[in-house]
């Protein structure tokens, strides 16, 4: 009796080993993100992930032309305005310096440019209300026209909280 109850547990044993060995079993590991921004201050892009994928300007056959980009950002101040300035000139390049597209960069219509002291592009009352801006890129046409090539180019925007009563 022992023996067979053996063999039946040993043949158990063998058959749910067979069914597991045949199984197939499939992982996937991502990763998770969440930016919770501080009441006070935030500035972030309203559609979430476009910031970290190259922004494609697109050419216009007919009138021989660039698009632009335009992306808005949720803003917040408690206490004072909002600032900015661009880090370096912003330009597309294609890797021959006489080639170079510039690019005309406006953050709630308010141009900016790496030459220039920070500029307030959100008063005290719309930053403290919360809002939602548009940042737009332009490219400048060259003196005679836009020359065949691939071109790529950063923009790097530098925002400050203005103290208040500045």
């Given at each position: 009796?022992?023996?067979?109850?053996t063999?039946v547990?040993?043949?158990a044993?063998?058959?749910l080993?067979?069914?597991?060995a045949?199984?197939?079993?499939?992982?996937?590991?991502f990763?998770v993100t969440?930016?919770?921004?501080?009441?006070?201050?935030?500035?972030?892009?309203?559609?979430?992930?476009?910031i970290?994928?190259p922004?494609?300007l697109?050419?216009?056959?007919?009138?021989s032309?660039?698009s632009?980009?335009r992306?808005?950002f949720?803003?917040r101040?408690d206490?004072?305005?909002i600032?900015?300035?661009?880090?370096?000139?912003?330009y597309?390049?294609?890797?021959?310096?006489?080639?170079?597209i510039?690019?005309?960069?406006?953050?709630?219509?308010v141009e900016?440019s790496?030459?220039?002291?920070?500029?307030q592009v959100?008063?005290?009352a719309?930053?403290a209300?919360?809002?939602?801006?548009?940042?737009?890129i332009?490219?400048?046409?060259?003196?005679?026209?836009?020359?065949?090539g691939d071109?790529?180019?950063?923009?790097?925007?530098?925002?400050s909280?203005?103290?208040?009563?500045?």
């Amino acid at each position: 009796m022992i023996k067979q109850c053996t063999v039946v547990a040993l043949i158990a044993a063998a058959a749910l080993t067979s069914d597991a060995a045949w199984a197939a079993r499939e992982e996937h590991t991502f990763e998770v993100t969440l930016n919770v921004p501080s009441r006070a201050f935030y500035i972030i892009p309203a559609e979430p992930d476009w910031i970290h994928r190259p922004q494609q300007l697109h050419w216009n056959h007919p009138t021989s032309s660039l698009s632009s980009v335009r992306k808005y950002f949720d803003v917040r101040h408690d206490t004072g305005a909002i600032e900015a300035r661009l880090e370096s000139a912003p330009y597309l390049s294609n890797g021959r310096p006489a080639d170079d597209i510039r690019l005309r960069v406006t953050f709630n219509e308010v141009e900016l440019s790496a030459e220039m002291a920070p500029r307030q592009v959100v008063s005290q009352a719309e930053a403290a209300a919360g809002s939602r801006v548009l940042l737009q890129i332009d490219p400048i046409r060259p003196e005679g026209g836009y020359r065949a090539g691939d071109y790529a180019g950063n923009v790097l925007l530098l925002f400050s909280a203005r103290a208040p009563g500045e």
